[in-house]
């Protein structure tokens, strides 16, 4: 069981406070395969020039997972009502470790909404060390939403790529890249993608001190024509450190 509750207002007074609570609890069916449920509930109020507004918000989860020799298999399902949308999900994830020592996570499904629209969704991530102290990950995400002003319906398409590799043992270089794709199915809004790509170079000057730099390129495109672009670049003294409650 969990409760929360969070205040947030913005530079015009809005305040919006939202209080979450909700159960879960899993439960064993057989020594290889467990089920799963989770229910919760939030209560969102917002205050605009003396204005109230109530919104109730609600998701249910059920879960089964199955424990295989070569890895996990796992049915989801979920109900979630936001506002006056209403959302279902259905997906099947199968985990699994490789031959050659990569770890591999599929999922397939579909996400209906209250319009009718229905929308696959689909995930796939892989991870490897190629040779002691290089690891390769590459990371594909496609999902459904909606807009929180029009309620259209839109695609959302993720890839990720990284190469991270240790120069000595305590310096290490991290390269990344990323398209990101927002696709509304319906309505006037133009096709959004974004391409980013970057690295980071990281040496541990003692145990708790680490000095990082940054940098990372990322162009907007809006039906195929580039509206932005812009380069950040940083140089850091971080301190990393743990604390037990």
């Known amino acids: 069981f969990g409760w929360s509750e969070t205040e947030d207002r913005d530079a015009t007074g809005q305040v919006e406070t939202e209080t979450r609570y909700g159960l879960a609890g899993d439960f064993l069916i057989h020594p290889a395969l467990t089920a799963g449920v989770a229910i919760n509930f939030a209560d969102v109020e917002t205050v605009t020039g003396g204005v109230t507004r109530l919104e109730d918000n609600f998701d249910v989860t059920a879960t089964l997972a199955r424990a295989l020799p070569n890895g996990r298999a796992i049915i989801e399902a979920s109900y979630e009502v936001d506002g006056d949308s209403e959302i279902t999900t259905l997906e099947a994830t199968r985990a699994m470790p490789l031959a050659n020592g990569a ?8 996400i209906g909404f209250e319009t009718g629209d229905v929308i696959p969704t689909l995930g796939l991530n892989y991870d490897r060390e190629i040779l002691r102290g290089q690891t390769l990950s590459f990371a594909l995400d496609q999902t459904g939403g909606q807009d929180n002003n029009t309620e259209d319906t839109i695609l959302r398409t993720r890839i990720d790529g ?71 670049f940083s140089i850091n003294l971080e301190r990393s450190f743990s604390f037990r409650p």
């Open 103 to 110: 770890d591999l996570r599929a999922s397939l499904g579909v």
């Open 162 to 232: 990284g190469y991270q590799m240790d120069l000595t043992p305590t310096s290490s270089l991290s390269l990344n890249g990323s398209l990101a794709s927002v696709m509304p199915q319906s309505g006037t809004d133009p096709d959004t993608l974004r391409a980013s790509f970057g690295f980071t170079y990281r040496h541990d000057v003692t145990e708790e001190w680490a000095l990082v730099a940054r940098s990372n390129q990322r162009i907007t495109y809006e039906d195929g024509t580039e509206t932005d672009r812009d380069f950040t």
